[in-house]
């Protein structure tokens, strides 16, 4: 059972850590933000990821609260990273059949392994290499790893075991707290030199000795990583057609591990009839997401209590048949939900929504303005994304 305790499920928790880290997201980050110390230890970076991936917490309010302490040139580093999150949602989600690709590809690589044993091994931190074993081991006891172990991870997993590549992005799927389709999947495919293509990432003894204090600093590791090739991606399409904004008359509001602070995104609580948020274990990929998004829920319920016009409940299964339940029970024909990017939330809104058709009711799906303003511009790599950050940041603030 992961270690619950590092990442308490709930908003004021969120916001404790932000406002803790706030004063160090400058230089102290900047400068410190590759180490990594090792479990329990602490550490420069904000350990906020599982808060924005559920959107317990905005990618906004962490933003606006660094820049407001820090400064836009101070806070440059941190705010990179926080917008390489927002990158990478909207680049798979102008490119869905990206995702589609994984899983048929995780799925491929499953079923023609040549020696189950060695991935076994590695799963469970039994390969001999210093570091990764420690690391394999870290995460099944935390759910967490330092975003540099995960690249040193994904990087001997790919070029020293030989493992197949998408066979471990779903071990990091079902083992994080955190566990995100865009940020995942595509960092895999970029330290296998897939996403942008023949641009690999080379895990080293020297970087690995000097990033952890002389932790690790393990032998035998790949001198060369060579990319791996599949063919390339569509082109980015259009933002999805599907969103739209919510009503103002009464409707069901529904919150999803996807968007646990609907408030936040331009859906006011105080117009829905009733709520409904979601435990439905299915969407998330393994125990510590699991473990985390129903705290999250729960905690989601509670800070939509009294908020809105009826009573909030917590629903098991995220199904047409639950939802048409819930909206005849709150008379409305109308559903509103935080947009849910490519991933499993998303699949089963869409199977959702032809159940409600049915019944003749409506499902909509609100996109926040931070994906709307800026998920166009994640059309190419990331540093053509970056260049635009100051534009679209001042744009949002100016509002």
Do not use: C
């Amino acid at each position: 059972m992961p270690d619950s305790g590092m990442f308490p499920p709930t908003r004021q928790a969120a916001l404790e850590r932000l406002a803790g880290f706030v004063p160090a997201a400058g230089r102290a980050y900047a400068e410190g933000r590759n180490l990594d110390p090792g479990p329990g230890e602490p550490g420069a970076v904000s350990r906020l990821s599982p808060y924005l991936r559920h959107r317990v917490i905005s990618e906004a309010e962490v933003v606006d609260a660094v820049l407001e302490a820090q400064g836009p040139a101070s806070a440059d580093k941190f705010i990179q990273e926080v917008l390489w999150r927002t990158y990478w949602k909207g680049w798979l989600e102008m490119r869905p059949s990206t995702w589609s690709r994984f899983l048929e590809t995780r799925d491929r690589q499953r079923d023609g392994l040549a020696d189950p044993q060695a991935l076994a091994d590695a799963e469970a931190g039994r390969t001999g290499i210093e570091g990764f074993d420690d690391w394999a081991r870290e995460l099944a006891q935390t759910g967490y790893l330092h975003n540099h172990a995960r690249m040193w991870f994904a990087s001997i997993w790919i070029f020293t075991l030989r493992l197949p590549w998408a066979l471990g992005a779903d071990l990091f799927l079902r083992r994080l707290v955190d566990a995100d389709p865009a940020s995942n999947t595509l960092s895999w495919r970029w330290v296998a030199g897939l996403q942008t293509p023949g641009k690999t990432y080379l895990a080293t003894r020297e970087n690995i000795a000097r990033f952890t204090g002389g932790r690790f600093a393990p032998s035998g590791l790949a001198t060369e990583a060579s990319a791996l090739f599949e063919p390339a991606p569509e082109p980015p399409a259009g933002l999805p057609s599907v969103a739209g904004a919510a009503p103002p008359g009464p409707f069901l509001l529904l919150a999803t591990p996807e968007d646990l602070t609907p408030d936040l995104g331009g859906i006011d609580p105080a117009r829905a009839a009733a709520a409904v948020v979601t435990l439905d274990s299915r969407l998330s990929f393994g125990e510590a997401a699991r473990g985390f998004t129903a705290g999250a829920a729960m905690d989601a319920a509670d800070r939509l209590a009294g908020r809105v016009g009826g009573p909030v409940t917590l629903l098991d299964h995220l199904d047409a048949g639950s939802l048409v339940a819930a909206a005849q029970a709150a008379q409305v024909r109308t559903l509103v939900t935080p947009y849910a990017p490519v991933g499993p939330t998303a699949d089963a809104l869409a199977q959702a929504a032809q159940g409600l058709e049915a019944e003749g009711l409506r499902l909509v799906q609100v996109l926040r303005d931070w994906d709307s303003r800026l998920w166009p511009h994640a059309t190419a790599g990331f540093f053509a994304f970056r260049k635009q950050i100051p534009a679209l940041l001042q744009q949002g603030r100016s509002r």
